[in-house]
C-alpha cells in the first residue's frame, strides 16, 4: 500500500516562503500525475498544482506565479515551493494523485501571519 508523507510546513509571515516536500513508500510517483492540494478551515479541498509525468505542470489561478511543484525521481518525491505567501495560503497541504488515487497522508499545516 502506498503511504504519502507530507513534510515542511510551518508559521510564516506574508510574503515569505516555504518549501513542502511529499514522499512516497510503496510506488513510484513518477509514473502519475501528482498533485497539491490544500484544505482551509471550513472549507473544501481544493487542487492547486500538478506534475504529469513527462513534468508539464498547471497551477490554479489563485497560486500563478507564486507556487511551483516539481519532482525528483531519484528521491521519489513531489515538491511545492512557495513564494509570496498570503494569508489566504493558510491551509493543510497534502499530495496524491489527481484521482485522489493514495490513502491521503496526514498532510503539514502552513499558516501565513503576521
Known amino acids: 500500500q502506498v503511504q504519502l508523507v507530507e513534510s515542511g510546513g510551518g508559521l510564516v509571515q506574508p510574503g515569505g516562503s516555504l518549501r513542502l516536500s511529499c514522499a512516497a513508500s510503496?510506488?513510484?510517483?513518477?509514473?502519475?500525475?501528482m498533485g497539491w492540494y490544500r484544505q482551509a478551515p471550513g472549507k473544501q479541498r481544493e487542487l492547486v498544482a500538478t506534475?504529469?509525468?513527462?513534468?508539464?505542470?498547471n497551477y490554479a489561478d489563485s497560486v500563478l506565479g507564486r507556487f511551483t511543484i516539481s519532482g525528483d525521481n531519484a528521491k521519489n518525491t513531489v515538491a511545492l515551493q512557495m513564494n509570496s505567501l498570503k494569508p489566504e495560503d493558510t491551509a493543510i497541504y497534502y499530495c496524491?494523485?489527481?484521482?485522489?488515487?493514495?490513502?491521503w497522508g496526514r498532510g503539514t499545516q502552513v499558516t501565513v501571519s503576521s
Open positions: 506534475i504529469t509525468s513527462g513534468g508539464s505542470t
Open positions: 510503496g510506488s513510484s510517483l513518477s509514473i502519475y500525475t
Open positions: 496524491n494523485t489527481v484521482l485522489g488515487w493514495f490513502s
